[in-house]
């Protein structure tokens, strides 16, 4: 079974500064899809970024960045200037391409992010 | 477009009554995806559907739980006489086809509180 494991329950980091926030997984299968979702105070879940296994390159979204190493199994997610607006929960997510579990989204246990002005 | 619709958005029940959820996928989504959030937890798979099909119900509790996607109308959670451990977040996502890579657009949840 597919595993996802954020080892930082909390952080916290100053407004313009950056933070990178950490993930790692477990899966034998060989292409899949990582995600990291922000979950603020609304409860809304947001798709910060994506990440096809399948690509070497890291993914970027303005002033979100990964840090995928497939390898290592790890994803890690940087934030650039953060903004009093990233403050929320933060999950990882594992998606498999196919197979069985095709769908279902695993998610790790969440990294409260803190933003002081 | 308008996005996954759920309702109610907040929901108490008294332990032993029935819980009913519901989700709208948005326009044009065949796939549906429920998912529950306990307190200072993740996000947890319950069961994927496809119109009038349940395709993975493999998160979903074995008793007092239940989904369904008709051919008309909602995608319906039902939890038969709640107990407290109930008390969750329950999130539904939709998505538009099954083939390649699908996004999973999440509804706002609904919070169901067991008195």
């Known amino acids: 079974a597919q595993t996802v494991t954020q080892s930082q329950p909390e952080m916290s980091v100053q407004e313009a500064e950056t933070v990178t926030l950490s993930c790692t997984y477990d899966t034998s299968e060989s292409d899949y899809y990582l995600f990291w979702y922000k979950q603020p105070p609304s409860r809304q879940m947001i798709l910060v970024i994506r990440q096809e296994a399948y690509k070497q390159q890291n993914a970027t979204e303005n002033r979100f960045s990964v840090n995928f190493q497939k390898a290592a199994k790890s994803f890690s997610l940087k934030i650039s200037d953060s903004q009093l607006g990233d403050a929320a929960m933060y999950f990882c997510?594992?998606?498999?391409?196919?197979?069985?579990?095709?769908?279902?989204?695993?998610f790790g246990q969440g990294t409260i992010l803190t933003v002081h002005p | 477009n308008a996005g996954v619709m759920q309702n109610p958005r907040h929901l108490v029940r008294r332990r032993g009554q029935e819980a009913r959820l519901r989700c709208s996928p948005m326009k044009g989504h065949s796939h549906v995806y429920w998912y529950r959030q306990l307190p200072e937890e993740g996000l947890k798979f319950m069961v994927y559907l496809q119109k009038e099909n349940i395709i993975d119900e493999s998160g979903m509790p074995k008793e007092r739980f239940s989904a369904e996607f008709p051919k008309e109308g909602p995608s319906i959670l039902r939890i038969q006489q709640v107990v407290r451990g109930d008390s969750a977040a329950y999130f539904c996502a939709s998505s538009p086809q099954l083939a390649g890579y699908d996004e999973q657009y999440f509804g706002p949840g609904t919070r169901l509180t067991v008195t």
């Open positions: 997510a594992y998606l498999p391409a196919g197979g069985t579990s095709y769908g279902k989204l695993t």
